[in-house]
């Protein structure tokens, strides 16, 4: 039997809830209701008056109300023939999105575990780090731009952009970076290593710190070079660390908006969701298919917020 | 022990705060006062959107605009409608110098009448969208072709409103008509179917401004057989890149097919996707994408900024031989090269041989039928008005009054043009409402990037079906 409780430690079914309630309200305003009202939306017209599915038109393809998500999902593909669609899918907003994911949260994520670990082997090892912290301090606007002057193609006269200036140099053709499919895009995603990488060293080096320096030894005595210490000792104990930071940085990648929307627009095959979910809105006025397109965001998303909360409930009940 | 001295050295210290800011606050005032007043501010810095009316090149009107009008008309030539003591809310795109211009312009109205202004300058349209959906609009909002259409159950008709209708061409009727009742009145017009070029440099080649069409490809082929390159193009604007193409196919097509196939495509009755459109596409591209006939070919097209691109053409040495733009080259032009006079060192023709002028133009509507409201648009269609939007130079106001008006020679050769012009038709994709107009910037960007044409344009057509309900 468990000890008695006081009295005064009893609270009612009723006054928990009103702990709760500003947040509660706050989080039904801001949070809840435009949630529900995107989804409703994103069933209407463009401006949100009557169903989608009255924007069918007569011998075209139509999805009925689900409308607004066919344009969501396919405006961007041609669907002539498959080779045709294959081409254009990779140069879509979710073409795009799959490389994205696939180069910046690989590349954030071992740029940031290599720094973490080297860093820590340095005199300097605070200013390293600030050093690679730093463009998380730069706005994103202020970095698109600076990456679209080291970027830039110069058609008369001297090359001001970095990168041509060096190629020039070198005797070497300047290349239109931004505007050349397919490396403008990775271009970009350099842009987008360079800012994140800084905020993953940090969390993976206060998880290295957390590494016991007795089991380090122990694998140093019996005779592991440091390769085999990084992979098989730090690596498996900071491997939940290492999960929340690649969970982390999809999220953060699939809400990629401000480095496409300053350097190239989303133009020239670059685009992403954001930036789409961006143009229906507020450059088209088109509500229905904007609200659609940012539906299919969160679900893109939730499956990996699903898995960082679950993570992050599996470390509270270890503590 | 120590902390009566940690004390006393606070005490110090604020104290020593207290009386600097003490004399700060004395002597600031005076210093305010005989400072200049602030510089105004320069042009926005390059238009996320095509600034379709930019600044112009007028003489800068450097007098502030709470100042007496110094050639203040009769007040007897305004009419108030009884408006006295009453104040008029404004919702407008403009900022710094063109809402000083603007204000400018009303100001003999205001001072005549005692209207007060309550302005809202914003350059986002969900701004006045909202305001329209929580039914607080402003009293008059300036604004694109493509909210006449949308507000039209909103609007007072332009017949309901003292306007001095025979003081516009007719056309401007039929561009700011929705369902055959006249919304919206035109005030700020640039043209946007001209061709700039250094006479000088034509002088030294031995070049002539080309008549007709015909003419101009000839020019073209000639300069490139000198070693020239014809065409200084520039794309770059931001989420907006691609506009400068999307004007210059539309002047092409103005040329080959005329006015009334362009307004089909507006009206939707032309699909996109004809084949005298893909012609048109396909002669640009012959230009744009070929480094013999443009700066820098395809690369260079996509990659350089639309003001770059004007600039290109005045450089020392000259990169190209003519650009294609808006009036508002002219401002461009003349910023960065103070040294340049025009008419002799820049000046601009016609696209030889286009039927009907490609233009664009804010509109004035009204959401309110108040005797302030009337008696603006009183105003601004009256040729007191007109003369003094002239006289401000406030790029060209479509009331053929202001024609003697203008004090900028650029200006007025660009106005003549405009109320000489058979008839007017609206850029395309601003005319389009709902996504075409980005959708055609997106598709000219990709085609000059090599994709293919026919696609695209299968593409825009659905687009414009789907936009314009046919």
Sequence with gaps: MAAPVPQIMKQGRVIPWFYLAPALIVMSFFIVYPFFNTIYLSFMDRNGQLPASTTCRANQPCWGMFENYRHALLDEINLTSPGAAWRTFWTSSFGNMIKWIALMVSGTVIMGLTFAVLAERVRYEALAKAIIFLPMAISFVGAGVIWRFVYNYNTGGAQIGLLNAIRTALGMQPIAWLQTIPINTVMLIIVGIWMWSGFCMTILAAALRNVPEEIIEAARVDGANEFQVFFQIMVPIILPTITVVITTMVINTLKLFDIVYVMTGGNFGTDVIAVRMYREMYINYNTGVGTAVSVVLILLITPFIFLNIRRFLAQEATR | ?470
Excluded at chain 2, 71 to 79: F, K, L, M, S, T
Excluded at chain 2, 211 to 235: H, I, K, R, Y
Excluded at chain 2, 305 to 325: C, E, H, R, S
């Design chain 2, 1 to 470: 022990m120590k902390k009566p001295f940690v004390w006393l050295s606070l005490l110090l210290v604020l104290a020593l705060t207290l009386s600097a800011c003490g004399t700060a606050a004395t002597t600031e005032p005076p210093a305010v006062e005989t400072q200049p007043p602030a510089v105004e501010p320069s042009e926005p810095p390059a238009a996320t959107e095509p600034p379709v009316e930019e600044t112009t090149e007028a003489p800068v009107e450097t007098e502030a605009p709470t100042e007496p009008a110094t050639e203040e008309p009769v007040a007897g030539e305004i009419d108030c409608f009884g408006a006295e003591g009453t104040s008029v809310s404004l919702l407008y795109q403009w900022s710094g110098l063109e809402e000083e211009n603007l204000t400018n312009i009303l100001q003999p109205l205001l001072d005549a009448c005692d209207i007060t202004l309550e302005v809202e300058s914003t350059r986002d349209q969900a701004i006045l969208d909202t305001r329209v959906q929580a039914n607080n609009p402003p009293d008059i909002a300036f604004w694109n072709i493509a909210q006449l259409e949308q507000y039209a159950d909103l609007l007072v008709a332009i017949d309901d409103l003292p306007v001095a209708q025979e003081n516009y061409a007719d056309f401007w009727r039929e561009l700011g008509s929705i369902d055959g009742t006249w919304y919206g009145l035109p005030v700020k017009a640039d043209v946007k179917s001209i061709i700039w070029y250094s006479p000088v440099a034509f002088e030294a080649f031995g070049y002539t401004v080309p008549e007709t069409w015909d003419d101009l490809e000839a020019l073209v082929e000639q300069m490139v057989a000198d070693g020239n390159t014809p065409w200084s193009m520039g794309f770059e604007s931001g989420d907006a890149t691609g506009w400068t193409g999307t004007d210059f196919i539309q002047d092409i097509l103005l040329v080959t097919q005329g006015p009334n196939f362009v307004q089909g495509l507006i009206d939707g009755t032309v699909a996109y996707n004809d084949p005298a459109v893909a012609e048109a596409y396909e002669l640009y591209g012959r230009w744009a994408r070929d480094e013999a006939y443009t700066v820098g070919g395809a690369q260079g097209t996509l990659s350089t900024g639309f003001n770059d691109a004007i600039l290109a053409v005045f450089a020392d040495p000259p990169l190209a031989m003519m650009v294609k733009q808006s009036g508002f080259a002219g401002g461009t032009i003349a910023e960065t090269y103070p040294a340049l006079v025009y008419g002799v060192d820049y000046d601009f023709f016609q696209v030889p041989g286009v039927q009907g002028l490609q233009g664009g133009t804010d509109w004035m509507m009204a959401f309110s039928d108040s005797p302030a409201v009337q008696a603006v648009f009183a105003y601004l269609s009256s040729e007191t008005g007109a003369r003094r939007w002239a006289e401000v130079g406030f790029d060209i106001t479509p009331n053929l009054a202001g024609a003697e008006g203008y004090t900028n020679e650029s200006l007025a050769k660009r106005a003549d043009m405009l109320y000489n012009a058979a008839t007017l038709v609206a850029d395309v994709g601003d005319a389009i409402p709902g996504g075409f107009g980005s959708a055609e910037f997106r598709a000219v960007t990709d085609f000059v990037n090599g994709a293919d044409l026919q696609p695209l344009l299968d593409n825009l057509a659905e687009i414009q079906a789907q936009n314009t309900g046919q």
